[in-house]
């Protein structure tokens, strides 16, 4: 596992860092070297179709369909899963459709770009007609975020990603007794706030994950977003209020709690079990509730271990428990 994990998490990290910084990194080039002419160069690295100035003539914009039944001839085979429009309602706007296209390269997505108002082809490009710097960049989106090698690439993300999580979780945990003062029972601030954070960090992004798929079908998608970040910063600051090993316990059981209702959610939202698309062919539903109920049956065993790791290990650790308060 340690010689898949690695490179993994590897290409994770640098193909994470170029996608989110890599704009920064080329601001000073844009600005110092290349007189902000930069982008301009690259720019048919990142699109499909170079910029057009709008021509500040209104025209209207032909419908989805005819859209895709246009992109569906200027490259056969397209599955459009999404339509960016540039400068919609005018002369010169643009509607890049994007969509998967199998060919035999690690990037399966082919792109066409056409005028949103007359359907005329401005650039149609498959995976294997990508210039370099395009076919680098959309095979490091690839390589990021699994979308290659069909279901069980997309498996073997998913559990190393979940192996990377617990391993900077029980690390983080690890390091800070490693680092604590072993003959004294009050341990310093710095380490109770490591520690607080850790855990409502961590623990946190859990319980956060888990109330979005609640949220999902059980509130108004007004509320989506917003759910994540009340039950985030409310598991930091539980942790920063409780003691290391009942905020442990008790946000493992909230996670566990939030996760095992997802099912449930599921169920109630949509008025269907979680088999019903089985009749169709379709068992994703029924996967993502298995895993669900496998993860929360995970996070309750982790809480029963840290209150027991609390109530037996060590009194003078960051994670213990006093006898009066077990």
Not at 254 to 259: E, H, I, K, P, Y
Request: proline letters at 6%.
């Amino acid at each position: 596992m340690l010689r898949l994990s690695l490179p993994f998490h590897v290409i994770f990290a640098w193909s994470g860092a170029v996608l989110t910084i890599g704009f920064v990194l080329l601001a000073p080039f844009q600005f110092l070297v290349y007189d902000g002419k930069l982008l301009k160069l690259l720019e048919a690295d990142f699109d499909i179709a170079p910029h057009v100035e709008p021509a500040g003539t209104p025209a209207p914009v032909l419908p989805v369909a005819e859209l895709l039944r246009r992109g569906q001839l200027a490259l056969p085979g397209l599955a459009v899963e999404s339509v960016l429009y540039h400068d919609a309602g005018d002369a010169n706007g643009t509607a890049t459709l994007y969509g998967e296209l199998p060919q035999r390269r690690l990037n399966q997505l082919g792109g066409v770009a056409l005028n949103a108002g007359s359907g005329e082809l401005v650039n149609a490009l498959g995976p294997k007609d990508y210039p370099p710097g395009m076919a680098f960049l959309r095979g490091l989106q690839a390589l990021h975020y699994g979308n290659f090698g069909q279901a069980a690439v997309k498996w073997l993300y998913f559990v190393l990603g979940l192996a990377g999580a617990f391993l900077f979780y029980s690390g983080n945990l690890l390091w800070i007794e490693a680092r604590r003062k072993r003959r004294q029972l009050q341990q310093p601030r710095r380490t109770r706030l490591v520690a607080a954070l850790t855990l409502g960090v961590c623990l946190g992004s859990v319980a956060g994950i888990s109330a979005l798929f609640l949220a999902d079908k059980l509130l108004p998608q007004a509320w989506l977003r917003a759910s994540y970040f009340v039950v985030f910063f409310a598991a930091i600051g539980w942790a920063c209020v409780r003691r290391p090993a009942r905020a442990g316990h008790e946000l493992l059981w909230l996670c566990a709690v939030l996760t095992v209702l997802v099912p449930a959610a599921a169920w109630i939202g949509t008025g269907a079990p979680p088999w019903a698309g089985l009749a169709h062919g379709d068992a994703t539903r029924l996967v993502v509730d298995a895993v669900a109920l496998a993860l929360a049956w995970a996070y309750w065993r982790m809480a029963r271990a840290t209150l027991r790791r609390g109530r037996e290990g060590d009194p003078n650790s960051i994670w213990a428990l006093p006898a009066r308060a077990g």
